[in-house]
């Protein structure tokens, strides 16, 4: 069966829609724009710089984006590289080491490392290796040695409505006792929910600042974080930024009510039923209160 339809995102680089998910991967304004708005800058990578080593999850891989702009920049560093990928599908990246349009975007060793990728699994070059973890992520984490703190995880699967198994309060902690200390945590999810899920973990969040031809939205995603990020850091580039009042409150209505799925092994169905039945019975106020009082669209 297809599964998937290839289409053209406004910056001329290659997305997938998801017939099983009824979503697309990308924003259509550009597949390789989001990632570099939403993942590479976000991530501040001058901040690692200086580590002898960076460690990467990028927690569903699909076609690669995410993971393809922040190696473009650390394999031009002398820096070592271990990374992980979680991804159900190899499908994504099939697809797209098959289109000329993807591959003319990627150097010749993010090619190489993609290509590695589908063809055995593993990556190595030099120092740097990686390993793509085929299945699904909430059972697969687990392949990947215990100790390792993650200094980057990237955080990117279908929206919550679509895929609650991979936003849950069990996931989301999972990943939380993974991150380094120093680690960010990047998704383009605003939603109440995941962003409290993050509070509850104990991690800090800001808000990714919309870049300058998205300057409708209120945010383009969250960075969580062990650490509480320096004042100078957050100004600088202005690509993150304390969570504004608006976005606070949000945190204290209804929407903040999290994904729970305590066996890990949930179906998307019974996730989204038992928080409903929750929401429900919740004392929090209602989040179309908050919508009129900030004058926000759903
Ligand atoms: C929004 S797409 C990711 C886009 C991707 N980061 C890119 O740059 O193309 C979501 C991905 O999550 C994967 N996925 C869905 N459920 C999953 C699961 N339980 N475990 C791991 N991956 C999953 C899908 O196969 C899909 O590739």
């Known amino acids: 069966m297809d599964d998937y ?19 697309g991967f990308h924003d259509k304004d550009g597949a390789l724009r989001e990632s570099i708005n939403k993942y590479l800058l976000p ?73 590695c990728l589908n063809i055995s699994g593993k ?31 990237l955080l990117d699967p279908f929206s919550p409505q679509k895929c609650p198994e991979l936003w849950s309060e069990e996931f989301i902690s999972l990943l939380t006792e993974r ?7 990047i998704t383009y999810s605003t939603a109440a929910s995941i962003r409290a899920s993050f509070k509850r973990a104990g991690l800090n969040i800001y808000s990714i600042v919309p870049s300058t031809d998205d300057q409708r939205k209120w945010s383009s995603g969250t960075v969580a974080m062990k650490k509480k990020i320096e004042q100078q850091l957050i100004e600088k580039n202005c690509q993150i930024k304390e969570l504004s009042t608006k976005e606070v409150e949000h945190l204290a209505t209804r929407s903040s009510i999290p994904y729970r799925d305590p066996t890990g092994k949930g179906n998307s169905k019974e996730i989204i039923s038992t928080r409903e039945i929750e929401q429900s019975k919740s004392q929090l106020i209602n989040t179309s209160s908050w919508r009129k009082r900030w004058n926000t669209a759903r």
């Open 5 to 23: 339809k290839k289409h053209t995102t406004k910056d001329g680089s290659l997305s997938l829609y998801s017939l099983s998910y009824e979503e």
């Open 123 to 153: 990556w190595t070059e030099g120092f740097n290796q990686g390993t793509i973890h085929w299945g699904d992520a909430r059972q697969k984490i687990f392949e990947i040695q215990d100790s390792l703190r993650f200094d980057l995880i």
């Open 43 to 115: 991530a501040q990578l001058e901040e690692f710089y200086n580590a002898k080593k960076i460690v990467v999850l990028d927690v569903c891989m699909g076609l690669g984006y995410n993971t393809g702009c922040i190696l473009e920049e650390l394999l031009q560093r002398n820096i070592k590289i271990e990374w992980h990928g979680l991804e159900i599908d190899q499908k994504p990246l099939n697809l797209g080491l098959n289109e000329k349009i993807f591959q003319e975007i990627w150097s010749s060793k993010v090619l190489n490392f993609f290509n």
């Open 179 to 185: 991150l380094s200390t120093e680690g960010r945590l």
